[in-house]
């Protein structure tokens, strides 16, 4: 069984931080995923936000994609055909 815990925070200057669980959390393997909301003030992000995230390497296990850089002109080629 996989129990969420949400705990809002905001991240101090020395990055580090302790988190106290609730009681009825058991003890034993955990799991901890922490999330970062990486936009910046001014909306923009930046190539490591874009890096970190699920869209970089989505496709790697593909097996039906054969030649990347083909694959990604022929998108973008559709996508130009489609446009006009």
Known sequence: MVRRVEIS???PADREMRI??????PVGPAEIV???NSTQENGTH???D???SEFFGMWK???DIGDSIE???????DAWSRSQ
């Open 50 to 52: 874009l890096a970190g």
């Open 34 to 36: 922490v999330l970062v």
């Open 71 to 77: 694959f990604a002109e022929r998108l973008r080629r």
């Open 20 to 25: 106290t669980l609730p009681n009825d959390v």
């Open 46 to 48: 930046t190539l490591g």
């Open 61 to 63: 296990d593909r097996t």
């Open 9 to 11: 925070t905001d991240v």
